[in-house]
């Protein structure tokens, strides 16, 4: 009996050292992740989760070692990522320790506020109209030396690192730690004030530019045409801030009757920059705009090859003629289409 006895408890104690210090993990992945909410998710409840994503193969040993190392009082909110095979010790540790996993915050260009809120909240896993709550609040973004209006001027794109638990101010915090760390280098904040402009001015200017055109070349020219616009004091004329008026960026051809939009963001009628960015431009671009060369073109218009390049010209004569051109090209191409459309 004394021997069948011995042999039982042997056979429990490799089976647990192998679910303990061996193995856990039985999903077919290199890699799953999972949430845990505290105050919200209990040890029952995260239990359930890891068994179901395959994470651990026996809940009670998971709750034995987990209730041992106290994991539940000292873990906290986050994302965690386990690799395959990994020990269930191991699995208990990290979240003892609250090894967490980062999220990745892809910033690119995005227009509204309403896109970025839904960025955030897809990654973060947030609800999208608190983020946007959030957003459009002056006294949330005052913490931040920022408004509603010059938000988007904290935001330089660029792939960025968070916990999955951080909140709205610790995101925003950051990005506005990025976005600092980024005018103090290469002399950006010098260039600026030599072109008489403020940072957050360069960034609404790189924000038209950044819409105008995807050709680097083309935008170092665009950005001297309206530099060179806003020093003789002659309205902007930017077709992106149209669109922006409208919240329409479906737009493709702007008529006569857009321009009578009364948005302060309508450089057709208002002279100067318009209040604030219209998109998050690439920092690639605020560089072509803080480096843009001395001209003397105050117009430039697309040309009619639709290579996506542009006209530059110093007098309207000559950008007149340009424009028809071009006009008279994207008449054909939309007559064209038409036509298709009707056989």
Known sequence: ???????????????????????????????TSFNYTKGTDGLDAL?????????????????????LLKVEDRMKSGRFMVKRNTSLLNIVRMLRNNRQATVKLVLNKVRTKGELAQLIAEQFEKDSATVLTFLSSNDSLKAF???????????????????????????????????????????????????????????????IVEEETNF??????????????????????ACPTIKYAMQDFTITRIYEKYLTNASPYNTYRVKGLPPGPICTP?????????????????????????????????????HDRYAKEYQKKLDEYQAKKVKQKTN
Do not use: C
């Open 1 to 31: 009996m004394k021997k069948l006895f011995f042999i039982l408890f042997l056979a429990l104690f490799v089976y647990l050292g192998y679910s303990v210090f061996i193995n856990s993990t039985h999903f077919e992945k290199t890699q």
């Open 47 to 67: 239990t359930d989760t890891l068994m179901a994503k395959k994470i651990i193969r026996e809940p009670w040993t998971f709750k034995l070692i987990a209730n």
């Open 145 to 207: 030396d920022t408004d509603t209006t010059q938000l988007f001027t904290m935001l330089i794109p660029n792939t960025y690192e968070f916990y999955w638990s951080s909140s709205m101010s610790q995101i925003l915090s950051k990005l506005q730690k990025a976005q600092i760390h980024f005018w103090s280098q290469n002399n950006r904040i010098q260039k600026a004030a030599a072109k008489g402009m403020s940072q957050d001015q360069i960034y609404t200017l790189a924000s």
């Open 216 to 237: 680097d070349s083309d935008k170092s020219l665009i950005a001297s045409v309206y530099q060179n616009r806003l020093k003789q004091q002659m309205p902007l004329q």
């Open 282 to 318: 690439a920092a690639k671009t605020i560089d072509l705009v803080l480096d843009a060369p001395k001209t003397d073109y105050i117009y430039f218009v697309a040309k009619a090859d639709f290579s996506g390049y542009h006209h530059f010209s110093t007098n309207y004569a000559e």
